[in-house]
Nanobody, 125 residues
Framework: QVQLVESGGGSVQAGGSVRLSCAVS????????MGWFRQAPGKEREGIAT???????AYAESADGRFTITRDNAENTLNLQMINLKPEDSAMYYC????????????????????RGQGTQVTVS
């Protein structure tokens, strides 16, 4: 059974930084594509960053060079470092896992994830 538990969210002032983590319970974690998504009230879920199963990182345009996705295959952990945060970054942030990286078509976040965690809230004021 796939389990993902996000942590690290909270309230931060504009311009500040937050580091999100996701503990992932899957066998052979390194074989999985991982991603971070977010959803703000009244808005559609948005893909932010993905770490493919060959360890390639890719980002949505909205990340704008401010977000960095990393993974620790030894600890089964996915991280998202966010800097220079803006109020429009306020959202519930989710991590997701998939063997085939179904949400990534090579250049955009084309589909929603199937397996994702409960999320962690980030509020930027």
């Amino acid at each position: 059974q796939v389990q993902l538990v996000e942590s690290g969210g909270g309230s931060v002032q504009a311009g500040g930084s937050v580091r999100l983590s996701c503990a992932v319970s899957v066998p052979l974690f390194s074989r999985y594509c991982m991603g971070w998504f977010r959803q703000a009230p009244g808005k559609e879920r948005e893909g932010i960053a993905t770490s493919t199963n060959d360890d390639v990182a890719a980002y949505a345009e909205s990340a704008d060079g401010r977000f960095t996705i990393t993974r620790d295959n030894a600890e089964n952990t996915l991280n998202l470092q966010m800097i220079n945060l803006k109020p429009e970054d306020s959202a519930m942030y989710y991590c997701a896992v998939d063997l085939g990286c179904l949400w990534w078509d090579g250049s955009t976040f084309a589909r929603p994830p199937v397996h994702r965690g409960q999320g962690t809230q980030v509020t930027v004021s």
